[in-house]
């Protein structure tokens, strides 16, 4: 297996790492078939790569050998973001579905002791026949035996397909709102896509919540973007 060094890897607050520890443990209470959590959102830019990379380091952190999956073909940022760097030049999950490597070729450990990663190297503007190929499936499978965890990092629910299709391979979903941005009829309908996928949904992310309020001296943390409540529904 290659080796993949995420160079930029950003220190977040000690409440936010606490949030995603609690995240995850909440996570652990929804059962031991749950091992594939696709993490998804409404519409652009409420957080679902920052959550997905987080929790999974999270789970990495308490020995969980855990993969991130991305998912988000079209519009991935995280090479960049995190300044993912891999001896002899980075290969993606796009190389893998389009048939062009096996799977160990883009199956990367990295330099987060039990965490492995499924990058993107390249982004595709129409990725929809790979993501539905039975290469993704067989993608999906052989995490599922090799890893504790998979996490399912992937486009926004109101704006493509993607994510439904995905939710097809998955055990539940994550879905990540925006405090104080995301309008509650977009939420409402796009819960409702999630239920006719028939998978449950694991829990609601609430990101930016602004908790500065809570308790006095933590404004610091409001300018940063604070990660808020976890509020569990579901099965
Ligand atoms: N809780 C948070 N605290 C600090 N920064 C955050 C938080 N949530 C998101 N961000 C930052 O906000 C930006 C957008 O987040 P991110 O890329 O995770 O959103 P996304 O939902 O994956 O977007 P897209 O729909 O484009 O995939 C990033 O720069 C990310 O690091
Ligand atoms: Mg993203």
Known sequence: MKTLNITNMPEIPFDVQEAVNQLRINLGFTGESIKVIMVTSSTPNEGKSFVAMQLWKNFANVGSKVVLIDADIRNSEMRDRYGFEAQGGLMGIEHYLSGKMGVNDALYSTNIRNGYLVPVSTNVIDPTTLLESSRFEQ?????????????????????????????????????????????????????????????????????????????????????????????????
């Open 139 to 235: 993608l999906i499978k052989g995490c599922r035996d090799q890893f504790d965890t998979v996490i399912v990092d992937t486009p926004p629910l109101a704006s493509v397909a993607d994510a439904l299709n995905i939710a097809k391979y998955c055990d539940g979903s994550l879905l990540v709102v925006a405090s104080n941005a995301t309008p509650r009829k977009v939420i409402n309908e796009v819960m409702g896509s999630l239920k006719r996928t028939e998978k449950p949904l694991l829990g609601i992310v609430l990101n930016r919540a602004d908790t500065s309020r809570k308790s006095f001296g933590y404004g610091y943390y409001y300018r940063y973007g604070s990660y808020g409540n976890y509020g569990q529904y579901g099965k």
